[in-house]
């Protein structure tokens, strides 16, 4: 289908047990290198209405054939071999990145605020944060004068220092809703790199250039009968790890593209307690990806594992699950943490959980309450979320920070705004412990 010069074909389809996957290109002609193209709002739908919005839709520069390649995957399936669906683009879209300077005082931990006031952009706020004195926290909001904007102008700041682009730590996020429907960052730096002077901060944000509104639409036949041929089903029911009475792998399904397992847990918050995944298969080894879990049975977490076009998979071929870096979380350290004498002043108290030393920093900022958890010790994974007393009156802080598990960074940073008083206890609701180098192994076939 071509618009305005621009052609957007379909190339192949993948259908199996699992998913549903359209591979296609789109040719936009000649276009300069500070241009980026992107197919927008991609759904399927099948003659029932049934509708999916995807579970991931991409595109990549082909430079050899001068085109962007992309695919669109979601989990919906044909429910028999055959079945008619409709595939529809909202719309085709160029891009283009632009920069904005920011006269940022990374120095000081007060919040700064910045008018844009162009393409759609209204104003940035930004807070430094000081972390253990080798990183730099820039946690930021931003509002638009156009809503729309939000959809693609994935706002970040970017720091040069020498004219080159300091290099961002990993960690950090982008894209949370604020209190008042505001886009979040929350961005690390190399502190060793923020020097009196140096560097200099910019806003980096996308721009819309062209917009081919659709809808772009395409019927089509689609069949799983050969992907079928190929499935192979294995029930489980094994545990996770030795002793493990609270996740279980249950299932096993490999098609042609892919293998997935299905894990059955009973712990709490839904969480398996590995971090990373693989299967180790006829001598090589997949990374998984967490698909999660569906909302009609939130125990049920699918893993995936992406097979290559080589890799030959029989009913007799060894397959070896293997999770690394276990992550444990713990809710049964009760006892609230004594602030005493708030003030402006920085202060500190050190408390044991889970036999962990843990630092409490406090202090004050304007009309709002600071507390910062961090343990020396790399095992302590962190204190999730903070709490100020207890029962229906109690005070939930909120979180500046980001916490992963897994990420091997424990310091987190809550804000409690427009907080009376000088005194409080302050709770926390859980915390989990690292093991990076625990391993558990699997054997699933044979």
């Given at each position: 289908?071509?618009?305005?010069?621009?052609?957007?074909?379909?190339?192949?389809?993948?259908?199996?047990?699992?998913?549903?996957?359209?591979?296609?290109?789109?040719?936009?002609?000649?276009?300069?290198?500070?241009?980026?193209?992107?197919?927008?709002?991609?759904?399927?739908?099948?003659?029932?209405?049934?509708?999916?919005?995807?579970?991931?839709?991409?595109?990549?520069?082909?430079?050899?054939?001068?085109?962007?390649?992309?695919?669109?995957?979601?989990?919906?399936?044909?429910?028999?071999?055959?079945?008619?669906?409709?595939?529809?683009?909202?719309?085709?879209?160029?891009?283009?990145?632009?920069?904005?300077?920011?006269?940022?005082?990374?120095?000081?931990?007060?919040?700064?605020?910045?008018?844009?006031?162009?393409?759609?952009?209204?104003?940035?706020?930004?807070?430094?944060?000081?972390?253990?004195?080798?990183?730099?926290?820039?946690?930021?909001?931003?509002?638009?004068?156009?809503?729309?904007?939000?959809?693609?102008?994935?706002?970040?700041?970017?720091?040069?220092?020498?004219?080159k682009q300091v290099e961002e730590l990993?960690?950090?996020?982008?894209?949370?809703?604020?209190?008042?429907?505001?886009?979040?960052?929350?961005?690390?730096?190399?502190?060793?790199?923020?020097?009196?002077?140096?560097?200099?901060?910019?806003?980096?944000?996308?721009?819309?250039?062209?917009?081919?509104?659709?809808?772009?639409?395409?019927?089509?036949?689609l069949s799983k009968k050969q992907m079928?041929?190929?499935?192979?089903?294995?029930?489980?029911?094994?545990?996770?790890?030795?002793?493990?009475?609270?996740?279980?792998?249950?299932?096993?399904?490999?098609?042609?593209?892919?293998?997935?397992?299905?894990?059955?847990?009973?712990?709490?918050?839904?969480?398996?307690?590995?971090?990373?995944?693989?299967?180790?298969?006829?001598?090589?080894?997949?990374?998984?990806?967490?698909?999660?879990?569906?909302?009609?049975?939130?125990?049920?977490?699918?893993?995936?594992?992406?097979?290559?076009?080589?890799?030959?998979?029989?009913?007799?071929?060894?397959?070896?699950?293997?999770?690394?870096?276990?992550?444990?979380?713990?809710?049964?350290?009760?006892?609230?943490?004594?602030?005493?004498?708030?003030?402006?002043?920085?202060?500190?108290?050190?408390?044991?959980?889970?036999?962990?030393?843990?630092?409490?920093?406090?202090?004050?900022?304007?009309?709002?309450?600071?507390?910062?958890?961090?343990?020396?010790?790399?095992?302590?994974?962190?204190?999730?979320?903070?709490?100020?007393?207890?029962?229906?009156?109690?005070?939930?802080?909120?979180?500046?920070?980001?916490?992963?598990?897994?990420?091997?960074?424990?310091?987190?940073?809550?804000?409690?705004?427009?907080?009376?008083?000088?005194?409080?206890?302050i709770y926390s609701f859980y915390y989990?412990?690292?093991?990076?180098?625990?391993?558990?192994?699997?054997?699933?076939?044979?």
């Amino acid at each position: 289908m071509t618009k305005d010069g621009v052609t957007l074909t379909l190339h192949t389809a993948i259908v199996d047990e699992n998913r549903t996957v359209i591979l296609y290109s789109l040719d936009v002609g000649d276009r300069p290198d500070s241009e980026s193209w992107n197919v927008d709002g991609l759904t399927l739908k099948d003659t029932a209405g049934n509708k999916s919005e995807g579970n991931h839709n991409s595109q990549q520069w082909d430079a050899q054939n001068q085109r962007y390649n992309g695919y669109f995957e979601t989990d919906w399936t044909p429910q028999q071999d055959t079945a008619k669906i409709t595939l529809t683009a909202d719309a085709v879209r160029s891009f283009s990145t632009l920069e904005q300077e920011l006269p940022l005082d990374s120095g000081s931990s007060a919040v700064q605020s910045f008018p844009i006031k162009k393409d759609g952009i209204n104003t940035i706020e930004v807070q430094p944060f000081s972390q253990n004195q080798d990183k730099l926290l820039l946690a930021s909001a931003v509002t638009f004068d156009e809503q729309e904007t939000n959809e693609w102008a994935n706002p970040r700041i970017v720091a040069y220092a020498d004219g080159k682009q300091v290099e961002e730590l990993s960690g950090g996020t982008f894209g949370k809703p604020g209190d008042n429907g505001e886009y979040t960052m929350q961005q690390y730096l190399e502190a060793k790199q923020i020097s009196p002077g140096q560097p200099t901060f910019k806003l980096q944000y996308t721009k819309l250039e062209r917009n081919l509104a659709g809808p772009w639409t395409f019927d089509l036949e689609l069949s799983k009968k050969q992907m079928e041929s190929g499935t192979i089903k294995t029930a489980l029911n094994v545990p996770l790890e030795t002793g493990d009475t609270l996740n279980s792998i249950e299932k096993m399904v490999v098609t042609p593209t892919q293998i997935r397992l299905s894990v059955r847990t009973k712990a709490d918050f839904y969480q398996l307690p590995y971090k990373k995944y693989y299967l180790e298969v006829n001598g090589k080894t997949l990374e998984g990806l967490f698909w999660g879990s569906s909302k009609e049975d939130p125990s049920l977490i699918t893993l995936s594992f992406e097979r290559p076009s080589d890799l030959v998979v029989d009913e007799q071929t060894p397959i070896t699950f293997v999770g690394k870096y276990k992550v444990t979380l713990h809710s049964d350290d009760r006892k609230p943490v004594l602030l005493t004498n708030i003030s402006q002043h920085k202060q500190t108290v050190t408390k044991q959980i889970g036999g962990y030393p843990v630092v409490w920093t406090y202090y004050m900022q304007d009309n709002d309450l600071f507390v910062e958890t961090e343990s020396v010790d790399p095992h302590f994974g962190g204190i999730n979320q903070t709490h100020i007393g207890l029962g229906k009156d109690r005070i939930i802080g909120k979180q500046v920070t980001a916490n992963f598990d897994g990420d091997g960074n424990n310091k987190a940073i809550d804000v409690y705004k427009n907080f009376k008083g000088d005194e409080a206890s302050i709770y926390s609701f859980y915390y989990s412990t690292d093991e990076p180098d625990k391993e558990t192994r699997v054997q699933l076939r044979p």
